[in-house]
C-alpha cells in the first residue's frame, strides 16, 4: 500500500467526518421520533472512525495501479456525498434532502467498491462493511422522514 497516498486520503476522511462536530445531532435530533434499532448517538463516531481507515486502504490501493483511475473518481465522488449528508440532514435539518444525498452516496459507494474490486479484490472487500454501514444509514434516514413529517 501506498502509505503516504493512504494517510491523504485518511485526512481527507476525517476531513469528511468533521461535519460532525460542526453539526451535532442536538436537540432537534433527541426529538424525533425513531426506529428501535436505532443506534445511540456514541456508536456513530466508533463507526465512522473505523470505516474512515477502510475507506482510504481502500482507495489507497487503486492509487497507481492501471485500473485506479475511475476507482479514485468515485472515491472523491463518494467523499463529497459524505461531507455533505451531516451539514444537510443535522444542519440545515432537511431529512428528505439529506435522502437525496444520501441516495448519492450509496450509489457512489456502490461504484466505488466495484471499481476497487477491479484493482484488488482486498480493495473492494475493504469497502463492502462501508456499503453496509451507508444502506443501514439509509435506511435509518428513511425511516426518519417517514416518521417525522416534514414540508418539502
Known amino acids: 500500500m501506498a502509505w503516504f497516498e493512504f494517510f ?3 485526512t481527507a476522511c476525517f476531513a469528511a467526518g468533521s461535519t460532525g462536530m460542526l ?5 432537534w435530533y433527541d426529538a424525533l421520533s ?11 463516531p466508533v463507526a465512522w472512525s473505523i470505516l474512515y481507515f477502510m475507506i482510504a486502504a481502500g482507495g489507497a490501493q487503486a492509487v497507481g495501479h492501471p485500473n485506479g483511475h475511475t476507482a479514485l473518481a468515485f472515491w472523491a465522488l ?3 456525498f459524505n ?3 451531516t451539514p444537510v440532514f443535522f444542519g ?8 437525496v444525498v444520501m441516495v448519492g452516496l450509496w450509489v457512489s459507494v456502490l461504484c466505488t467498491c466495484i471499481a476497487l474490486f477491479d ?3 482486498t480493495a473492494g472487500l475493504l469497502f463492502v462493511p462501508y456499503l453496509i454501514w451507508v444502506s443501514y444509514a439509509a435506511a435509518l434516514n428513511w425511516a426518519l422522514l417517514q416518521r417525522n413529517s416534514q414540508p418539502i
Do not use: C, D, I
Not at 425513531?34 to 456513530?44: G, M, Q, R, V
Open 119 to 121: 484493482v484488488s479484490v
Open 83 to 85: 461531507t455533505l449528508w
Open 78 to 80: 463518494q467523499m463529497v
Open 34 to 44: 425513531k426506529p428501535s434499532w436505532t443506534p445511540p448517538n456514541w456508536l456513530f
Open 23 to 27: 453539526f451535532p445531532t442536538g436537540a
Open 92 to 99: 440545515l435539518k432537511r431529512m428528505r434532502a439529506g435522502m
Open 8 to 10: 491523504v486520503l485518511l
